[in-house]
């Protein structure tokens, strides 16, 4: 297995739901503005076409301040963008073979026990959720809680009702960062201090990766 890319920095993925929002370009645009670095295009229910078309406005976006711009789940879409973000279940192998080497890829995990076969494909990351009630996630079962987070194999980011009230609690429990949607999307300012404090607790203590 090859070396695993680091993640962006700070490590808050900001996954898009444009439901959320009247504006999703603007919306990146200010989270963007206010530290977040790296972005996920997640709008698997429009056509290709439409995706193409959000994916060369967010482009320049994440590119004037060296951030990371990935998309969920098509890999052909990926092949314009730093990497790949895989549903629950999907094939990192087969992904990582069409895309080579230097893309950034992970895995959507809903239990503890998938983060080993995640390392075991070569994900760079996984995503674990929901470890908060989340109205986002609402059908993945019970919330897991930060305590699954711990003694992970491969970087893991906290997902389902994180925010500044428990992203600390993630932190130190052992998450390498978090990902993000619904509150982003309709406060993208708040990313101002939810970087603040990613930064500084990943300074202080950084994950094993």
Same mark, same amino acid.
């Given at each position: /297995?090859? #070396?695993?890319?680091?993640?962006?920095?700070?490590?808050?993925?900001?996954?898009?739901?444009?439901?959320?929002?009247?504006?999703?370009?603007?919306?990146?645009?200010?989270?963007?503005?206010?530290?977040?670095?790296?972005?996920?295009?997640?709008?698997?229910?429009?056509?290709?076409?439409?995706?193409?078309?959000?994916?060369? !406005? *967010?482009?320049? @976006?994440?590119?004037?301040?060296?951030? $990371?711009? /990935?998309?969920?789940?098509?890999?052909?879409?990926?092949?314009?963008?730093?990497?790949?973000?895989?549903?629950?279940? +999907?094939? $990192?192998?087969?992904?990582?073979?069409?895309?080579?080497?230097?893309?950034?890829?992970?895995?959507?995990?809903?239990?503890?026990?998938?983060? !080993?076969?995640?390392?075991?494909?070569?994900?760079?990351?996984?995503?674990?959720?929901?470890?908060?009630?989340?109205?986002?996630?609402?059908?993945?079962?019970?919330?897991?809680?930060?305590?699954?987070?711990?003694?992970?194999?491969?970087?893991?980011?906290?997902?389902?009702?994180?925010?500044?009230?428990? *992203?600390?609690?993630? @932190?130190?429990?052992?998450?390498?960062?978090?990902?993000? /949607?619904?509150?982003? /999307?309709?406060?993208?300012? #708040?990313?101002? +201090?939810?970087?603040?404090?990613?930064?500084?607790?990943?300074? $202080?203590?950084?994950?094993?990766?």
């Amino acid at each position: /297995m090859s #070396q695993r890319h680091p993640l962006p920095c700070p490590p808050l993925l900001l996954i898009t739901d444009r439901h959320q929002t009247d504006d999703l370009v603007a919306t990146v645009r200010t989270a963007v503005a206010n530290g977040c670095r790296w972005v996920s295009l997640r709008e698997k229910d429009l056509p290709v076409g439409e995706q193409q078309a959000l994916l060369d !406005q *967010l482009r320049p @976006l994440l590119c004037a301040v060296g951030g $990371v711009l /990935m998309v969920h789940g098509n890999v052909d879409l990926a092949r314009q963008c730093r990497g790949l973000h895989l549903p629950a279940g +999907g094939d $990192v192998v087969a992904a990582r073979a069409t895309l080579g080497p230097q893309a950034l890829i992970g895995i959507s995990c809903h239990h503890p026990a998938e983060l !080993q076969a995640a390392a075991a494909a070569g994900a760079d990351y996984a995503t674990l959720s929901p470890i908060f009630p989340s109205a986002s996630k609402p059908g993945y079962g019970p919330a897991l809680g930060p305590a699954a987070l711990a003694d992970a194999p491969l970087p893991v980011l906290a997902l389902g009702g994180v925010g500044a009230d428990n *992203l600390a609690a993630c @932190l130190e429990a052992g998450a390498a960062g978090a990902a993000l /949607m619904g509150g982003p /999307m309709r406060r993208p300012e #708040q990313m101002a +201090g939810l970087a603040a404090l990613c930064q500084a607790r990943t300074t $202080v203590n950084p994950p094993p990766g």
